[in-house]
């Protein structure tokens, strides 16, 4: 009976430890993703400071107004790019909440926990899945966002001298046609990720 009950606990183990590794596994994969859009905004300083010159040399654009014309298309999304690693942190320390939850669990009736342990699985999986959706939503829209970005002054450079003030307006008009409703839903994914966080510590203080 006894070595049934050991080997109970070291399954047990087992699954907390493999949770654990996925956990840390998907914060990975996040944080190079969050890494790899932060890399783009470095080559967005480059080319604004190329382009921001040129039209001052070229087109008498003083620097100051060519700030105005593009600040708030870049000012909004490095607002987003950047609270991309605080958003990984939090899913990350939401599932550190649930680790540090199933190992108490496991100190205490082993019999109790492998009876309970079905239930608790499927809820913990649920919730890990939509914590890791509603970053994954995030860091794709916020991809797109430094895309569309790069894609329009990257066209602009390759103008050359040729390039004119019309043409900056032209690509900061086209970046702005991003309908309202995506920016709404894109301010929902971090308070989605922000009120997950908090379920997850919800449900598992009411387990224990």
């Known amino acids: 009976m006894q070595d ?8 047990l183990g087992e699954l907390i430890k493999g ?11 996040m944080t190079q ?7 783009l905004r470095k080559e ?7 382009l921001r010159n040129t039209l001052a040399q070229r087109r008498s654009l003083r620097h ?10 870049i000012s909004e999304r490095r607002e987003r790019l950047e609270a991309l ?16 939850k199933l190992r108490q669990l496991l100190k205490g009736n082993a019999a109790d926990f492998a009876q309970a342990w079905p239930e608790l699985k499927k809820q913990m999986l649920s919730l890990q899945r939509m914590r890791e959706r509603n970053v994954a939503r995030a860091l794709k829209r916020v991809h797109i966002e430094q895309e569309e970005l ?21 690509v900061v008009r086209e970046i702005n046609a991003v309908s309202p409703q995506e920016m709404v839903d894109l301010a929902g994914v971090f308070r989605d990720c922000e009120s997950a966080c908090i379920e997850v510590s919800e449900v598992w203080q009411k387990v224990v």
Request: aromatic fraction near 4%; proline fraction near 1%.
């Open 4 to 11: 049934k009950k050991n080997k109970e606990i070291r399954a």
């Open 19 to 29: 949770y654990e590794n996925r956990v840390k596994l998907v914060t990975e994969y």
């Open 33 to 39: 993703a969050a890494d790899l859009l932060a890399g």
């Open 44 to 50: 967005q300083d480059v080319m604004l400071r190329q």
């Open 64 to 73: 100051k107004d060519f700030d105005l014309l593009v600040g708030h298309i």
């Open 85 to 100: 690693p605080l958003l990984v942190q939090d899913f990350r320390r939401a599932e550190l909440v649930v680790v540090s």
């Open 150 to 170: 790069c894609r329009g002054l990257k066209g602009l450079l390759a103008k050359g001298e040729r390039v004119r003030i019309a043409d900056l307006k032209a």
